[in-house]
């Protein structure tokens, strides 16, 4: 470690622009952890049934802050699940009210709780036609779900047939692609324009597809869209890194119960919320950057959804300690919140400290 290196790091409190949340216990449990950290959050609507309405997100929305540390000033920011007969006035009722921030496109069954999503986009094309006229974001999970089409390719060719497209029909609609994991997403969105960016999680920076065989099956690597090559890795590594404002940080926190992730068909989702920061400070310190650390987590994301930027702050001091192996919730319901976090059982270099 260069004798330079900082021992401190006061940043804008930062906000992550997409986490799971989940429901009952599982909420209880995980809630606090983003919290702690982030002072916004979008959360994504894929419950069993799923936000489809108004009213289902101002209950969730009581739900979640119900699940919070007393005093918290955390403020969740709801999103709709679009489906394929979803009210467009529904839709602008809940933005104009200020329920709704954003909405979520799940292609049907790619990932945890989409089996109600996207089955054609040509089905929704009053929707987008109405959320481009309110200057409405569209959170795009991108993916294609055809099985012939090897699951290593499937966001490089949703970007190829559906996403171009796409953003031709729609050139106002303003877009996230979500938790980018290519090279290709990268370089797609960096020549998109001011109306397209993207999230990129802490795991999909550190760990490339050999994580998840690595010893053995590790179910707590196996996330959607998967983890792809290394050279893809290494391309949102510099991504994220680069001070570009189309790159932002979208965690992508999708805890599950062990038994959902050790299982005969183990769920997808890595649960990284409780040292998402700290593993974003340790790439950006890996890659020479932390001067860019604070405008990716704090800056990028609220310049693009037009919100304030936050005006408190969080410190991050220099200091190596374990991640332990299994983190267990303050919620009843047992194994629902005993869960693995990133990281565990490996050192991390900084830490969350106390507000700047």
């Known amino acids: 470690m260069s004798s330079t290196a900082p021992a401190r790091l006061c940043l804008r409190r930062p906000d992550d622009w997409h986490v ?87 292609p049907a069954h790619a990932t945890t709780n989409a089996a109600a999503g996207v089955s054609d986009l040509g089905r929704i094309g009053a929707v987008l036609e109405t959320m481009e006229r309110i200057g409405m974001p569209l959170l795009i999970h991108g993916e294609v779900t055809d099985a012939e089409v090897d ?39 960096r020549a998109g324009g001011p109306n397209l960016a993207a999230t990129i999680t802490p795991h999909h920076l550190h760990i490339n597809r050999n994580a998840m065989f690595r010893g053995g099956l590790r179910p707590d690597f196996y996330c959607l869209p998967v983890a792809k090559r290394e050279r893809h890795r290494l391309a949102l590594r510099q991504a994220a890194t680069s001070g570009e404002p189309c790159f932002f940080l979208g965690t992508d926190s999708a805890p599950h119960p062990r038994s959902a992730k050790e299982a ?65 919730g303050n919620a009843a319901g047992g194994e629902a919140t005993d869960l693995v976090p990133f990281h565990a059982g490996q050192v991390l270099q900084w830490r969350v400290g106390e507000e700047g």
């Open 20 to 106: 799971h949340l989940r429901d009952g216990a599982l909420l209880q449990a995980v809630a606090p952890a983003t919290a702690r950290t982030f002072a916004r959050a979008i959360v994504m609507p894929n419950l069993s049934p799923p936000i489809t309405t108004v009213a289902a997100a101002e209950a969730y929305g009581a739900r979640i802050r119900a699940a919070l540390p007393d005093g918290s000033r955390f403020t969740p920011l709801l999103t709709a699940y679009i489906t394929d007969t979803i009210a467009p006035g529904e839709i602008a009722r809940g933005h104009r009210e200020g329920v709704f921030t954003a909405c979520k496109l799940y």
């Open 151 to 189: 699951i290593f390719d499937r966001e490089a060719v949703f970007i190829e047939r559906q996403l171009a497209p796409l953003l031709a029909r729609h050139p106002g609609l303003k877009v996230v692609l979500e938790h980018i994991t290519t090279a290709d997403a990268v370089a797609f969105v």
């Open 264 to 328: 005969a068909c183990g769920c997808a989702g890595i649960y990284n919320a409780p040292f998402a920061l700290e593993s974003y400070a340790e790439v950006f310190e890996q890659e020479g950057a932390l001067e860019h650390l604070e405008a990716f987590a704090s800056e990028h994301g609220p310049h693009f959804y037009g919100l304030p930027l936050n005006e408190d702050s969080i410190t991050l001091v220099r200091d190596s300690h374990t991640v332990p192996p299994r983190l267990h």
